[in-house]
């Protein structure tokens, strides 16, 4: 989905900047795109208390979506609270945001705070 | 009791050897008893058959945990019935417990729909007076304001809603592990709840009975699943001095025990549904087992003290 070294040199550049933005990101109702592979693009998918993929690469302006595949409820926690945070998910229930400013996001589930991921805002 | 955990290489406390020996007993019932150090065991068949008469109690109570009223996955769908017949269990006892716990995850979801259907089956139940603590289930607002308002009406819950009392002599702790959790982390107290534990049994003379109950185990059951509170050993710490400390957990859906010194460590059934044996499945979400099996892996767990020993007894027994 991303190369390693595309996420490298958007780390590299994105963290000079991101102390610059508060909000960045907005919320926004889920929009279904199709990578046509059959996988959603910007879809992290929650199964067996895991984020996957556990680190997202997207451009500004694009649509993220969680899809929680589990049993148990789980929620999508911005660690700096940098997003708003999702309700519980319960089996199936999916959470969208767009995102905003170029960045570093990491972010848990605050049910169960083993799981953790990133999400990486690039410019588009 | 040091010599329990004989092999602990993931220093999580937990050995093979002890597991297993811990998995055998779930679901079969088991009294256990510590008088003067020596741990003494007897399945409840065993008792049966030596026709031996459980001598009077001077105090009995019951936990029940893990109830998820609004789960109706292929684990378990009829969560609701499954915690009716715990309390049938309950009210068919001989000798009622004085008072129930329960440890955490009432609901499913913390929908005041799944509490109000919990608070209209227990209705049923002989014994009245129940003492709470949350589960992360409850509190998944992130706040845990609705449950606070709903269940701590009968304690002087402080901060989050942890709280004391006494009841014939033994202290009663009841604690908060499930909220402004870390990322990356485990349950956790706080310090808010750590500093109020340590001037709670401050004036408590060591040869009182301490029970200490809250939903995430106290001891590290198994960290890669969450299964542990980061700094319950500051909150052991506190109790160390005691003679007798019986610590009463949730959460994992299994009976696991530990003892360590003059702690010993318990964690109760669920009577909703069973989660896997610790890293024996991809994840510890709900276990689907043969309709048949499910009621043998659900179940509660009576605790009897008898003034002037410093002993307490704690019984499991499952639905079936």
């Known amino acids: ?124 | 009791m040091s010599d329990y955990i004989s092999h602990d290489h993931e220093h999580d406390g937990i050995d093979r050897r002890g597991f297993l020996q811990c998995m055998a007993w779930a679901g079969t019932g088991l009294l256990w008893t510590i008088s003067g150090g020596v741990l003494v065991s007897k399945t409840l068949a065993q008792i049966a058959k030596a026709g031996e008469p459980l001598p009077a109690m001077d105090l009995s109570f019951l936990q029940i945990s893990d109830s998820h009223i609004g789960f109706s996955k292929e684990a378990n769908k009829d969560v609701t019935a499954t915690f009716r017949i715990a309390l049938d269990r309950i009210n068919a006892m001989p000798t009622p417990p004085s008072f129930l716990i329960h440890t955490g995850d009432i609901s499913q979801l913390s929908k005041p729909e799944e509490f109000d259907t919990f608070d209209e089956v227990l209705k049923s139940c002989r014994t009245k007076d129940v003492f709470y603590v949350p589960g992360e289930h409850d509190v998944l607002d992130g706040s845990g304001k609705l449950y606070r308002e709903r269940y701590l009406k009968s304690v002087e819950g402080k901060g989050l809603g942890w709280y004391s009392f006494n009841k014939n002599g033994v202290h009663f702790i009841g604690l908060v592990n499930v909220l402004n959790l870390q990322a990356g982390g485990l349950g956790q107290l706080g310090d808010e709840q750590l500093e109020w534990l340590e001037a709670d049994v401050k004036d408590l003379g060591s040869s009182t009975p301490i029970v200490v109950f809250a939903h995430i185990p106290l001891w590290a059951v198994y960290p890669q699943w969450g299964w542990g509170t980061s700094d319950s050993e500051r909150a052991l710490g506190y109790l160390k001095r005691f003679g007798s400390v019986t610590v009463l957990n949730g959460h994992i859906h299994q009976v696991l025990q530990k003892v360590e010194g003059n702690m010993t460590f318990h964690t109760a059934m669920s009577t909703a549904f069973p989660q896997p044996a610790p890293g024996t499945a991809p994840s510890p979400g709900p276990m689907t087992v043969p309709a048949e099996k499910l009621r043998s892996m659900l179940g509660l767990t009576s605790v009897k003290y008898l003034q002037g020993k410093s002993s307490l007894a704690v019984v499991d027994s499952n639905l079936n």
């Open chain 1, 1 to 124: 989905m991303y190369t390693s070294i595309a996420r490298n040199k958007s780390v590299r550049i994105l963290f000079a900047i991101s102390f610059l933005f508060l909000t960045h990101f907005t919320l926004g109702q889920a929009e279904k795109e199709d990578a046509g592979d059959g996988a959603k693009k910007n879809q992290i998918v929650i199964k067996d208390f895991h984020f996957t993929p556990e680190t997202l690469t997207v451009k500004s302006g694009e649509k993220i979506t969680w899809i929680n595949r589990d049993e148990e409820p789980h929620t999508v926690v911005s660690v700096e609270k940098q997003f708003k945070r999702s309700t519980a998910l319960d089996t199936d229930q999916e959470f969208t945001i767009t995102a905003d400013a170029p960045g570093t996001y990491t972010y848990f589930c605050s049910v169960h705070p083993k799981m953790t991921g990133t999400i990486v805002v690039v410019k588009s």
